[in-house]
């Protein structure tokens, strides 16, 4: 890099810099499989990435009650790999209801992956937890 002054005289000296490199190589992410059915109040989903260009930046997850639902963000910029879905946020559970999960990465160039599109990455039907009471009883002598 060299600089020219108004009257057309280059300046002697020069500064080196670069190479650049521009990063056009989209990340990927991809969520780990769900147990077709999750018994509990609460659902773990789980993910990974990975990026071979400027590295991995963040993650956007997207959710889906049902199979006929609407696909809504669930985490925008997330850097963790993991994270609670319930009971109550970011939507209330409903047992025996099927959850569909879905994930993007997004690289440190701001390069961003696709929706998964269709079912996502991973489903899981959930179930709530089974409370048992026993109740003993005595019988009374006539």
């Given at each position: ?6 009257a ?6 020069a ?6 490199l521009i ?7 991809e ?15 789980s993910?990974?990435?990975?990026d ?23 985490l925008?910029?997330a ?53 048992f009471l026993?109740?003993a009883?005595r019988?009374?002598?006539?």
């Amino acid at each position: 890099l060299r600089t020219r002054g108004a009257a057309g005289n280059w300046n002697a000296g020069a500064v080196h810099l670069g190479p650049f490199l521009i990063d056009t190589i989209v990340p990927y992410c991809e969520m780990i499989r769900l147990p077709e059915e999750t018994v509990g109040l609460s659902v773990m989903p789980s993910w990974y990435g990975d990026d071979r260009g400027s590295g991995l930046a963040n993650f956007d997850l997207l959710c889906r009650a049902g199979a006929d639902g609407t696909w809504t963000p669930w985490l925008t910029a997330a850097t963790e790999t993991q994270a609670a879905f319930g009971p109550y946020a970011p939507v209330a559970l409903t047992p025996g209801q099927t959850y569909y999960f879905g994930c993007q990465a997004r690289d440190a160039a701001g390069n961003l992956e696709a929706w998964p599109g269709g079912d996502g990455d991973t489903f899981t039907r959930v179930i709530f937890n089974r409370a048992f009471l026993l109740i003993a009883s005595r019988g009374q002598a006539p």
